[in-house]
């Protein structure tokens, strides 16, 4: 088999080089012994560029590029083992993959591949999701993304957690079960029953939370729930937000509400709320009940002309309401 015409055919660039040693038998360089076509290509180059020649001739500086070429490639070429590795070269401005392997004593072959475009892609992404985290981290909400395969934990929770559950994230990443922990026992059923039935849109629920200073905290959850192929819930993703000052405006309302319904219920005067559009009863005290001879609640939706206006189709000539 003639292993040359092989590799030079071969599409994966290949090349053979010999170490070049100082006095003290330390690597100083190395020699380009062979390059198949694809190698020359990678370099830009010909085979007459190569063979023979030293790469601190081809490629100047390349005895003082981070990298260590020389130096990794000495180890080798001298009886070390076979190594994989990616790498920038300084000389080339690109990456490459490499699989390096003594060929025989002092020398050593590669296999190398272009890989810059992907590093490229990497940074690229890597750059945006730094971003992107750097903008969770300021949101107020807490955003996150728990994967429950092959055991429940979360991938990403946004530091924000700190400020509703008095808990950093790095003790949720490191109990992914303190999130049920901290609801309170007479709302896991709510949450439970979400899971239960596998939606995939966005369901909002609220729940109670434990804080670690004992404090009880509302918070909104909105989640997506992700299937696997079976159809069950592999990932959720959600948005949980502290909504303790809203509810509880919202129960301070209700209870000044009610307060001032059994106040009016109470008076013995007439007392009646009306609809600002059409003028229909909205709310009547007791009292108004008892003089329209009407049951509790009777009288919401009802026009007052059509109760005591002897059932005139039109507000009475002299009401004060119209007025």
Sequence with gaps: MDTQALLSNLPV???V???VLDGKGLPIDYEYVYANEAFCELLGMTAADLIGRRVTDVLPGTEKDPADWIGRYGKIALGGPSENFEQFSQALNKWFRVHAFQTQQEHFATLAEDITNRKI???TLREQQEQYRSLLSRAKDVVYRFELFPEGHFQYISPSILDISGYSDQEFYDDPKLVSKIILPDDLPLLQNLTQRKKTQQIPVRLRWRQKSGNIAWVEQRAVYHLNKEGEIAAIEGLVRDVTDEVETQNALQRSQLQLSQILAAVSDIVLFYEKDDLRISWANRAAEESANAA???LSGCFCHAIWG????SPCTDC???R
């Design 121 to 123: 892609a990497e940074d």
């Design 17 to 19: 080089h010999r170490i």
């Design 310 to 313: 002897k059932e005139t189709p």
């Design 320 to 322: 004060p309401v119209v």
């Design 296 to 298: 509790s609640g009777s």
């Design 13 to 15: 660039p290949v090349a």
